[in-house]
C-alpha cells in the first residue's frame, strides 16, 4: 500500500532466557527478539515486535490515531496493517478538517 512503510529492524535483543532467569530472579518475562518502525505517510505510529520466534508480530501503537490496535497480532493477509492505516487516515483527515 503506498505511504505505508516497515522499516528494517531498529533493535535486535539476543538472550538465552534459560541461561538468564536465575540471574534476574524472575521466571516468567517476554523478551524482544526484533521490533520494525511501523510509519504511515511518513509518520511514526508505532512498531511491529516479534517476542518469540514462534510467535506472530503484534502491533505496539505509540500514535493516539491508531491506539485502538495496540498490541493486537497481526496477520498474514495484511488485513491489519490496512486497517491500521485506514484509521490514521481517517484521523488525520478529520483533525485537519476542523
Known amino acids: 500500500m503506498s505511504g505505508e512503510r516497515v522499516i528494517e529492524?531498529?533493535?535486535?535483543?539476543?538472550l538465552s532466557l534459560e541461561d538468564h532467569r536465575h540471574c534476574?530472579?524472575?521466571?516468567d518475562i517476554d523478551i524482544m527478539l526484533t521490533s520494525h518502525v511501523f510509519e504511515?505517510?511518513?509518520?511514526?505510529?508505532?512498531?511491529?515486535?516479534?517476542?518469540?520466534?514462534?510467535?506472530?508480530?503484534?502491533?505496539?501503537?505509540?500514535h493516539d490515531a491508531v491506539?485502538?490496535?495496540?498490541?493486537?497480532?497481526?496477520?498474514r493477509s495484511g488485513?491489519?496493517?490496512?486497517q491500521i492505516t485506514q484509521q490514521f487516515r481517517k484521523a488525520r483527515g478529520s483533525s485537519v478538517s476542523i
Do not use: T, W
Open 24 to 27: 534476574m530472579g524472575v521466571e
Open 67 to 75: 491506539k485502538s490496535f495496540h498490541n493486537r497480532i497481526l496477520d
Open 40 to 62: 504511515i505517510d511518513g509518520v511514526f505510529v508505532g512498531f511491529l515486535i516479534q517476542d518469540c520466534k514462534r510467535c506472530e508480530q503484534r502491533f505496539y501503537a505509540v
Open 79 to 82: 488485513s491489519l496493517s490496512r
Open 9 to 14: 529492524p531498529v533493535s535486535f535483543v539476543s
